[in-house]
C-alpha cells in the first residue's frame, strides 16, 4: 500500500500546453502539499491545503491551480507550461497544518519535462 | 529571514568511516528541525527531527543528530558509513508561525566510497 501516490511519474510535455498532476495519500491526513524542486535539487514549498482548504499559496504564477477535491486528494494544474516549469513535483502530506512538528510524508515524485 | 544553511553539497566518505552533514538554521523564534534523505528517482523519507523534547535524537538506519541552539546547529551524523547510505540529505525547519511549513536547506549529496 503506497501511503501517498502521485500520477503520472513521468511528464513530458510540449510548451504552452495544459496538464494536471494528480497525489492521493491514504493515510488519513487532514493536510497536504505540493513542492517543486529544481534541476539543482532545491525544494521549495508551492501550496498547502488543510481539508480541502488552501493554507499556504506561495509566490507561484498564476499559471499552477492546486484543486483539492476531497482531503484525501490534491491534483497541480499547471496552464501555458513553460520551459522553467520543468522540474519534480513532490506531493506530500501531514497529519495537521497546526502540527508545525509533524513528520511530511512524500509521494515518490513527478519529473515534469516541458520541451 | 528564516532559513537553513547546509555546508557542503557534497560529501564523500570512505564504507565504515564517520558521517557528518551539517545544517544551520536562521531563526529568532524556536524551530522544529528535520532531516531527510532522498535516495535516486524517489521522494523524500524522514530521517529524524528535533521537537524540542531530548537535544539529541536518534533516527532511522543508525543517523543521529544533535541540536545546540548555542551554535543554531542540528548536524547529522553516523559512526560509520555504509554503501546503501549514498543519497542526498536534506535539512529542513519549521516554526510555529507558519503553519506546517517546510524550509529546506540546499541538500547534500553523500558519496560512500568502497
Known amino acids: 500500500d503506497t501511503a501517498v501516490s502521485q500520477t503520472p511519474k513521468y511528464l513530458v510535455t510540449q510548451m504552452g500546453n495544459d496538464k494536471s498532476i494528480k497525489c492521493e495519500q491514504n493515510?488519513?491526513?487532514?493536510?497536504m502539499y505540493w513542492y517543486k524542486q529544481d534541476s539543482k535539487k532545491f525544494l521549495k514549498i508551492m501550496f498547502s491545503y488543510n481539508n480541502k482548504e488552501l493554507i499556504i499559496n506561495e509566490t507561484v504564477p498564476n499559471r499552477f491551480s492546486p484543486k483539492s477535491p476531497d482531503k484525501a486528494h490534491l491534483n497541480l494544474h499547471i496552464n501555458s507550461l513553460e520551459l522553467g516549469d520543468s522540474a519534480v513535483y513532490f506531493c506530500?502530506?501531514?497529519?495537521?497544518?497546526?502540527?508545525?512538528?509533524?513528520?511530511?510524508?512524500f509521494g515518490p515524485g513527478t519529473r515534469l519535462t516541458v520541451l | 529571514a528564516q532559513s537553513v544553511t547546509q555546508l557542503g553539497s557534497h560529501v564523500s566518505v570512505s564504507e565504515g568511516a564517520l558521517v557528518l552533514l551539517r545544517c544551520n538554521y536562521s531563526s529568532s523564534v524556536p524551530p522544529y528541525l528535520f532531516w531527510y534523505v532522498q535516495y535516486p528517482n524517489q521522494g523524500l523519507q524522514l530521517l529524524l527531527k528535533y521537537t524540542s523534547a531530548a537535544t539529541l535524537v536518534k533516527g532511522i538506519n543508525g543517523f543521529e543528530a544533535e541540536f545546540k541552539k548555542s551554535e543554531t546547529s542540528f548536524h547529522l551524523t553516523k559512526p560509520s558509513a555504509h554503501m546503501s547510505d549514498a543519497a542526498e540529505y536534506f535539512c529542513?525547519?519549521?516554526?510555529?508561525?507558519?503553519?506546517?511549513?517546510?524550509?529546506f536547506g540546499q541538500g547534500t549529496t553523500l558519496q560512500v566510497k568502497p
Open positions: 529542513a525547519v519549521s516554526y510555529s508561525s507558519n503553519t506546517g511549513k517546510l524550509i
Open positions: 493515510l488519513g491526513h487532514d493536510t
Open positions: 506530500a502530506s501531514s497529519l495537521s497544518s497546526g502540527g508545525y512538528s509533524d513528520t511530511q510524508y
